[in-house]
Each structure stands twice: as structure tokens, then as C-alpha cells.
């Protein structure tokens, strides 16, 4: 077996990409924005299946005639599927739904299935963005405080910084493409904290479990040989995971294409992630088995 | 690690088989009357309506607080304490006042305060006054006065809503508080929830008044059916609560839709005193602020019944009657979520995901047989048996499936051999050291047990705070997730280890590959 990679000296050229892309994606969630959609921005969707394949132009022009504000008309999938987003507005007209039904199916000279319409108010937007930021927040928290418990905190600190590396980037590439953030991708996003953190703490418990084992190797030679040791588990479950994520990608549909996408860069990145940033932080706060004893110490008085 | 008593076995596969048999009961398409539990299907894999409706209570302070204003002047008046400038806002009453000490002593008193009851369950006054400058105190619900308006609205509302739905007759919905002042109505089925929204957006009060031009009570200008404008007293003969029946019907001279109604006892008293006292005159019915029609009084009617006729559609007609016999809304309501999904998008959706579980699923079988040949084999059986009992024991708890739900489960289906994988690896390297494959495994077992219990856990936190704050959906995905990764410890440490158990102790003498 590929036994003994050396991980460590790839360290400094891994954490400088890894530095660059996260200060990339911060600079672009911040300037280009992410692309919320309805659930975040409120707003009407409307997805509709026509019995013969039209020109979306003529869905849009049917709609701008409507005087809606924003309207954005895009395939969907099969041919005749398009999805429908209508921004939200200030005066709520509680008939906007019916009106907009109706003069579809009398512009479109064709057979229309609205297939799923979605109205989300400006106050329940405005929540669920709250309570997803409250509960990413959350997540990241109580992630911290067991691995605080479970190890100590010079781990805990690297496992933070791993995941924040991993929900900003898998945010960042989100919003380079433009792709909708919706309550499923928030789902997703914390499904990522979960599995990058699973993969940290494989690595991490292998990394305490040899310090102790071996006292003399610097901690380097202790986190590359930990790595390998944990490698070929990384990798299996990585591969199983990404074969049920892709099956979902191509297979579940069109309303699970954005979170296994999201999921699917989350693993890749989660994984990356646990072997070059985790464990380099480690190596940063000089982690031996003499820290280690030392924190016991105060624990057990 | 590898030595089970035969209790210990028996009781692995006696939950093992519990479980997963619940899993069973999901391919009875007849009602089974002993065991009648099922995994429901969510809204977007079966299709229908999800409404979440809000009350405003706004209205209902103002009218409450204004109903405050006869008795509070009674209070001063009785006690000789002099006011001036009394006004009446929106959600307060301003005065001024003179004697303020002994108004706070009338006004905080627990006993027989008809101006300012005490409520005893939030251990507060009804009201709260405050000063401002000089003698001048405004009075205002205090907190928990609010609350107890806001939730009487919302359980009156709840009510109504339910009779609505009901009235029209869709299958098996779901109405429930949601916080303080919303409702989430559920309607499996249901294609277009527009004439429910409608019914829902009407507050249907309504009132019998009579046209006149001099009212000492004074007069609302509103407008008739037909246009003309008509001056409506502001005083109420009788309204919609003395209705104790409403139908639709057809009047037989014109052949034109009406809503016939009855009424309480009490009701018939009034309103056959009002109609006596007033042959000749017109009276309108209003509803919702606006007048149905206005006709003429031609005789007293005493008996109670009565006809609404007003231009109606049959439509109309029937939905006034649904309307007036549910009752009136205590506040109007806003349809401040809406989500539809069509029955055959559900079904879609169902396809494609039980397309892409059967896909996800073979392709993690053939890797992990091809990764550990005969232990892949004992990984595969515990992932089947891991599917068996997640699903065993969604439908112990009923859980509602969601599109998300099922991508939970792929997601478990990938993650869950990740238990087996990190023994596994683990026993691979004891066995370079050990020679004897019991000690490797045994080894393996018990050092890959903290690791495989810390990978979990952080999973399942992130499940568990994704069940708390999602919402709809999400929480479905939440559910398969979090329970998925209880049931694959449960597979993993007992099932997978007893099988592999079998195969090492059987197979001790001979070289076992892993």
C-alpha cells in the first residue's frame, strides 16, 4: 500500500491556497453576495410544466406585461419545465398568485401544469434567515464545546478553524456561480460541519492516541504519520459518502441537484480540510505530549 | 470484543427484529386495524397545501381598549375624581388627573375591578398606566393584558379555521399553533388552496343595521350592491354571533341563489323587535364593512328565519352560508407562507429518490465488497439491516418523509459503513503486529470503539440542531439523519461485530484476509 505520503511538507503550499481561496470567498459573499432565494428573500415561485415545449422569452414577456418588478424564468430540468421566481413586492396583493396563474394559462397557447408554487412573506423570510444563521452558529458552537470536552483545546481550536475554512469556502464557490441558497443548502452546509468535523476527529484521535505512543517524534513527524495511518479510512468513506451524494446529484431530481451539489464540495473540502488544516494547527501551537499531560493535570485536580 | 453470551445475542437480534419488522408494515396498502402505523409522506412527495396564517390582533386592542372607556369613566365619576381631556388613541386612553394616589388605588385593586381585573394564571393587572408630563396618564394594556388578547384571538381563530376547513371537506388536514400568533394549516391532496384562502381571508363579521339619516349613535357611508350610496347607523340590530344556522338556497319567484339563516332565541327577540319597530324602513346587511344589500322591511319577522339575497353566484352563496355558520374571525388573517405541490411533481420526486436510494445503495454494496470481500459482505448485511431499522423506526414514530428525508437516508446509507471501514482499517493494522487474528480483531473492536463513537456524535449534532431550527422539509432530512446514525452504531458494534464474530472464530486456524 501507498503507505507514507509526505503531508506535512505539503503543509505551508496547502495553508497559502487555502488562506488565498478563503479570503476569496469572503471578498465575493461580501461583494458579488450570496443568491438567496425565496425562502431568505421572500417572493413568489412558481414551477410549471407546459404540454408542449415554448420559448421561455414568451413566459418572461407574459409576465413583464404584469408589471411584477423582477421576474426570473428559467428551464427547469425537462424540456417544458421552467421555474418561475417573482420578487417580492411592498404593497402584498393577496391576489398575486391566481392572476399570475391566469394569465399564463391564457398567454401560453398551451396546456400549463403549475406543478408547485411557493409565496413566502417578507416577515417569514427575514426569520428563517435568522434562525438558519442562528442555527449554523449553533452547530459550530456545540461542535467546539465536544471537541473541547473530548480533547483539548488546542484541538478544539483547530477543529473550529477547519470548519470555518470549510462553510465559507463551500458559501464562497456558492456565490462565484451564482447558485440559490435556500433552506435545503442550510441543511446541507450543516451537514458539512457534521461530516468535516467526523473526519477531523478520526485524525485528531489518532494524532493524541500517538503522541502518547510515540514521545520522542516532533509533532509533525506525529500528525504526517497519523494522517497515513487514518488515510485509506479517509479516503473509503469519502468515496462511499461521494457515490450516495452523486446518485442524489443525477438522480434525485431538480430539488436536490443544489444540496447534493453544496454536499458533494462540502465532503471534497471537509476531507481536504481535516488533513491540511486541521492538523497543521496543530503543529502551530506546538502541540506535544507534555501539553497534553499538562492540560490532564488541571482537569483531573 | 468477539465473545457474545447467548443472551447477548438474543437480545441483538431480538431489537434488531422488532424494529425492523415496523418496516414491513409500509408495503400494506388495506388499513390493518392492530397495527396501523405507517412513514407518512411529507407534503412534497404526496402533494397538496402548506398555509401558515398569521392574526393580527391590532384591531382587536383598539376595540377592546374603547370598550374600556365607559367603565373607566364610571370609576372616576363614582370616586369623585375629576379628569379632563379625555382622549382615546389607538391602544391607550389619555387624561388628566388630579388625585392620582387614590386612582392607583382604585385602579391596582384585586378586588371587584371591573375596570382593571387581575389576571391571576401571569400574576398581573389587565392594564398599566403610565405618566407623563404634568397630571396627564395614559392607560394601555400591559404585557400580559396583550397575551391574553392575542392568545383568546388565536385559539378563537384556530377554531374557526378548523370549522372552515372542515365545511369544505378536504381529507384529513393538519391545523396547529405555531408560536404566538400563527397558524400552520396542512391540506394533503389539495391542488389549488386558493378557495380555502379565500374563505380564510374573510373575518365574515356581520351585521344587521338599519338606513337612516338621523342616528344618535351616527352614521357609517357605505355603498349598496347597486351603487347608491346609503347612510348605515352605526348601531347593530343584531350580528352574525346570534346565527345559529346558514344554508344556501334558491329563491323560487327568480331562481336567484340566497343564503337562508336561523336564529338563537335571543337573536329572534331582537331582531323581531327591530323589525317591528321599523315596517317600512330599510335595513341593511353588512358584511365586513361593506353592504350585501339593503332591503326594505315590509312586515316583522319573528320567526327567526330569515333570507340573504344579494346578486350571488351559487358559489357565493354557499360560501356565505359556510362562512356565517363557522362564525366570524376575531381578527383578520395573512397568509404569510404559502407552499403547493402538485400530486404529480410528488410523485416525480418520489421516483427520483427512490431511484437514486437503489443506485447509491448497489454502488456502496459493490465498493465495500470490493474493498473487504468477505467482510464486505458483513458490512453490507449491516447496512441492510441498517435500512430495515431506520425505516422500522420512522414508522414506530409515524415520522413524515420528506424529498430531503429520503436524501437522508442515501446520506446514511454512504456514511454508515464509515463505522465498519474505520474498524476494519483499524484491524489491518493490528494484524501486522498480532498474530493471533482473534487478539487483531478483538484489538481492532475495541480501539476504533471511541473514534467511531466521536465521529457519530459530532454527525448527530449537527442533526439535532438542524431538527430544532429547520423547518418543514429539513426537518424531515434532520429525522432519517439523526436517527440513521443511531441505528448504524446499533449495526455496527453489535450485528456486524456478532457476524464477523462468526467468521473469525470459525475461521481462526486458517489465513484471514481482511
Redesign the interface.
Known sequence: MMKNINFVSQFKKANISSVIIFILSIFFIAFKGLNYGIDFKGGTLI?LRTESPINSSLIRDTLNSMDLGDVNVKKFGKDGDYLIKVEQREN?N?NL??EIKQTLSDNLNTEV?????????P??SSE?LE??I??IS??LA??LF?IWV?FEWQFSVGSIIALFHDVVITLGIFSVLSLEIN??I??AV??I???S???T??IY??IRENLFKYTKISISDVANLSIN??L??TI??S???????V??Y????E??RG??FA?ILGVIIGTYSSIFVASPILKFFKVSYKTLEKEEEKIVP | MLNFSKINIFFIYLIFFLISIFSILNLQFHDNKILDKKVNLGL?LQGGSYL?L?INSDSLVEEKIQSKVIPLKKLLKDNNLEYRNFKINNNSLVFSLKDLDKFELLFYSKKENLVNPYIDNYRSFELDYKKLDENYIEVMFSKFGLLTINNSALRQSIEIVRRRIDDVGTKEPTILQRGEKRILVELPGLKDP?RI?KLL?KTAQLNFRLVSDNSEFGVDKLISENGETLEISKRIVMSGENLIDAQPSIQNQKNEPTVSFTLDRLGAQKFGRATSDNVGKRLAIVLDGKIISAPNINEPITSGKGMISGNFSFQEATDLALLLRSGALPTPL?????????P??GE??IK??I???A???V??IL??FY?YKIFGLVANTALIANLLMLIGVLTILEATLT??G??GI??T???A??AN??IY?RI??ELKTEKSIIHAFDAGYSKAK??VL??????????V??F???????KG??IT?GIGIITTLFTAYFLARHLTSIIVLRNNHKDLKI
Do not use: C, H, Q, W
Not at chain 1, 406543478?115 to 412573506?121: A, F, L, S
Not at chain 1, 468515496?239 to 451524494?245: G, Q, R
Not at chain 1, 443525477?250 to 431530481?253: A, P, S, T, Y
Open positions: 414551477e402584498n393577496s398568485i391566481p401544469d403549475f406543478r408547485r408554487v411557493e409565496n413566502v412573506g416577515k417569514v428563517l434562525s438558519s442562528i442555527a449553533l452547530a456545540a461542535m465536544y473530548r433552506l435545503s442550510i441543511a450543516l451537514t460541519v457534521g461530516y468535523m467526523n473526519d476527529v478520526v484521535d489518532r495511518e487514518t485509506a479510512r473509503i468513506t468515496v462511499t459518502t461521494l457515490l450516495a451524494l446518485s442524489i443525477i438522480l434525485g431530481g430539488i436536490l444540496f447534493s454536499m | 412534497d401558515l398569521e386558493e384562502k381571508g395573512e397568509v404569510v407562507e404559502e407552499r403547493t405541490v402538485g404529480d411533481l416525480d420526486s427520483s429518490g431511484t437514486s436510494l443506485v447509491g445503495f454502488l456502496v465498493f465495500m474493498k424529498l430531503p429520503i436524501a442515501i446520506l446509507v454512504g456514511m459503513v464509515d471501514v474505520l482499517e489491518r493494522e471511541i473514534t466521536d465521529a457519530n456524535i459530532t454527525t448527530l449534532i449537527a442533526a440542531i438542524l430544532a431550527f429547520g423547518s418543514g422539509p429539513v432530512f434532520a439523519l
